[in-house]
């Protein structure tokens, strides 16, 4: 970078934001993180993530946290079972002990191992940021809810679907995909829900039929988390006259939907410890390209904001973050650097797309269609062929 220091500002502390903050200190370059969380365990952080060779493990070894992760990592957790709504199981794939493709971890260790690996103060605890101000020369004031303001010549946002620097670049906005997931979680789960954990196994099973589906993912920490997918609206549950905080009243009535399904899959609905928390999906439908605004960009589900299915929003978020951190270490002038990132981001998240189709493939009416799924050994071939491909590059 130019002699003078830019001051740099993150906007978010998800796995793109601190990933970009970490690699731009390994290169010297000094940042700042703005947070809304008031700490680092301040809220869960949700279910596992599998990290793939060919982005998310990229991302990392930037990072220099490559050989951290695989202690935390689990291998195992890629194993994969299919069935139909009436038990019959489809697929079952069990890697080997050393597949390395796209190996599982919860995302709170994930998030705490990027975290950790910062300089002291670099993260802004407890910062919501209320405004953006252009100073009209590619500076922006930054205001907080805390009444706290900065200035800064670049800020990335790292601040996820509903992002607020978005707006300074784009005009897109998420829209809602149709499905909604229903969060559901069970402890102990070897000792006190031994079906489920038998059913569960290492990794995930997954089971959908009639716009309908369960997905449930084997944790650390003796923890599952399951999915009960529904098509309706965002706001299902007061739509269907249900107070969310009625945990039997909800559990009733998902189970209503789910009648006709096999006994074998009910205890995923009906046996879950605690609440039940809905996360309707959305999208931002690709592709979503905009023009370069000096003094801005943005990384993650803030510039490309996918559906769940492929596992990518995670992986490409940190890989835009590595990738954003080492233009910035390259080029002497930020916005040539800046431009650069963003010719290529765009241009592979519009590859990959917004994985809208994937979904409505696996929520369409009627059951389980067997040539949807994917196989999964040769997934992990790929990812390993592509992270070859662009190390090489």
């Not at 910062?118 to 605890?125: A, F, K, S």
């Not at 953006?132 to 590619?138: A, L, N, R, S, W």
């Not at 997931?181 to 009639?210: K, M, S």
Request: aromatic share 6%.
């Amino acid at each position: 970078m130019t002699p003078t220091a830019p001051r740099i500002s993150v906007i978010g502390a998800g796995p793109g934001g601190l990933t970009c903050a970490r690699a731009l200190q390994r290169h010297g370059v000094q940042v700042t993180v703005h947070e809304l969380d008031a700490s680092l365990d301040a809220r869960p952080q949700g279910g596992t993530l599998d990290m793939h060779a060919d982005s998310g493990q990229i991302a990392l070894e930037a990072a220099g946290l490559l050989d951290r992760f695989r202690t935390l990592a689990r291998p195992a957790g890629q194993a994969k079972r299919g069935l139909t709504a009436q038990g019959e199981v489809v697929v079952d794939y069990r890697p080997d002990e050393d597949e390395d493709g796209a190996p599982e971890i919860d995302r709170g260790q994930l998030r705490a191992l990027l975290a950790d690996a910062l300089e002291p103060g670099t993260i802004r605890w407890g910062r919501k940021l209320a405004s953006i101000t252009g100073d009209g020369d590619g500076t922006h004031r930054l205001l907080f809810e805390d009444g706290t303001t900065t200035h800064t010549d670049l800020v990335i946002g790292a601040d996820g679907a509903w992002s607020k620097v978005r707006p300074l670049v784009s005009d897109a906005t998420p829209r809602y995909t149709g499905v909604t997931f229903v969060e559901a979680w069970f402890h102990h789960v070897d000792r006190a829900h031994p079906a489920v954990a038998t059913l569960v196994g290492d990794g995930h099973i997954f089971a959908t039929g009639d716009s309908k589906g369960l997905i449930a993912q084997r944790n650390s920490g003796g923890r599952v988390c399951v999915y009960i997918g529904i098509r309706d609206e965002p706001d299902w549950q007061r739509a269907a006259g249900l107070d969310p905080a009625d945990t039997e009243a909800v559990r009733a009535t998902l189970l209503e939907r789910f009648a006709g399904w096999d006994e074998s899959l009910l205890p995923l609905i009906t046996d879950n410890d605690g609440p039940y928390v809905s996360r309707p999906l959305y999208a931002i439908p690709a592709p979503h390209f905009w023009p370069h605004s000096p003094g801005v960009t943005l990384l993650g589900d803030a510039a490309h904001l996918m559906t769940p299915f492929g596992g990518n929003g995670a992986n490409y978020a940190m890989l835009d973050g590595a990738e954003l951190a080492l233009a910035l270490a390259r080029h002497d002038d930020l916005d040539e650097a800046v431009t650069a990132y963003e010719k290529t981001m765009q241009t592979r998240a519009a590859d990959f797309g917004d994985g809208i189709e994937a979904l409505h493939q696996a929520f369409a009416p009627g059951g389980l269609d067997r040539a949807d799924i994917p196989d999964f050994a040769q997934e992990k071939d790929d990812y390993r062929a592509r992270a070859a491909a662009y190390r090489a590059t």
